[in-house]
């Protein structure tokens, strides 16, 4: 069954829009401005996650306590059994409670000489370490930027050939149609 030429032409068409609209779905995928962006999201939403997780009680704490002094000492009263029933099965939150206690009692103890000698050992240390992830960072965003550059050459190339196959379907198409007239 023959097509004619405005068939033709609308099929041509539709493939061109189609082509244009992968290519542009494409390039929004692997654009590493977008890449950063969803990963962001992903990150934010997964430490949203876990503060509420860990902290979702709290604010049931604070309209206790702003309910006057029997809140306050109700809430101090059931605080270690609330603790253990938000925290069982949790041992995220069992940690965060363990490091967060100790940093507490840390602070309140005073700095030994022992410490405070450590403390200048490590500092040399960590400023060469800090350096060293920020330019691991930079390589890092570096391979990111040039692998989606390659990608997006090999698609523009790829997007390239099949125009180009639809035109020469189109110049083939059109040709039988002036051979059948």
Same mark, same amino acid.
């Given at each position: 069954?023959?097509?004619?030429?405005?068939?033709?032409?609308?099929?041509?068409?539709?493939?061109?829009?189609?082509?244009?609209?992968?290519?542009?779905?494409?390039?929004?995928?692997?654009?590493?401005?977008?890449?950063?962006?969803?990963?962001?999201?992903?990150?934010?939403?997964?430490?949203?996650?876990?503060?509420?997780?860990?902290?979702g009680e709290l604010e049931e704490y604070g309209e206790t306590i702003s309910g006057?002094?029997?809140?306050?000492?109700? =809430?101090?009263?059931?605080?270690?059994?609330?603790?253990? *029933?938000?925290? #069982?099965?949790?041992?995220?939150? !069992? /940690?965060?409670? %363990?490091?967060?206690?100790?940093?507490?009692?840390? =602070?309140?103890?005073?700095?030994?000489?022992?410490?405070? *000698?450590?403390? #200048?050992?490590?500092?040399?240390? !960590? /400023?060469?370490? %800090?350096?060293?992830?920020e330019q691991a960072g930079r390589e890092m965003a570096e391979d990111v930027k040039?692998?989606?550059?390659?990608?997006?050459?090999?698609?523009?190339?790829?997007?390239?050939?099949?125009?180009?196959?639809?035109?020469?379907?189109?110049?083939?198409?059109?040709?039988?149609?002036?051979?059948?007239?």
């Amino acid at each position: 069954m023959a097509q004619t030429a405005a068939e033709l032409r609308r099929d041509m068409e539709r493939r061109r829009d189609a082509i244009g609209d992968t290519i542009d779905q494409i390039e929004n995928r692997i654009s590493p401005g977008h890449v950063m962006a969803r990963g962001k999201f992903r990150m934010q939403s997964q430490v949203t996650r876990w503060k509420e997780n860990v902290m979702g009680e709290l604010e049931e704490y604070g309209e206790t306590i702003s309910g006057g002094a029997e809140g306050v000492s109700e =809430s101090i009263r059931q605080a270690p059994r609330a603790i253990e *029933r938000r925290t #069982r099965g949790n041992p995220l939150a !069992v /940690g965060l409670i %363990a490091v967060g206690a100790g940093a507490l009692i840390a =602070s309140l103890l005073p700095e030994t000489q022992q410490e405070r *000698r450590m403390a #200048r050992k490590v500092e040399s240390h !960590v /400023g060469a370490a %800090a350096s060293e992830v920020e330019q691991a960072g930079r390589e890092m965003a570096e391979d990111v930027k040039q692998s989606a550059s390659e990608s997006m050459e090999r698609v523009k190339d790829s997007a390239r050939e099949e125009s180009q196959k639809a035109k020469e379907e189109a110049r083939h198409a059109g040709e039988r149609i002036r051979e059948g007239s």
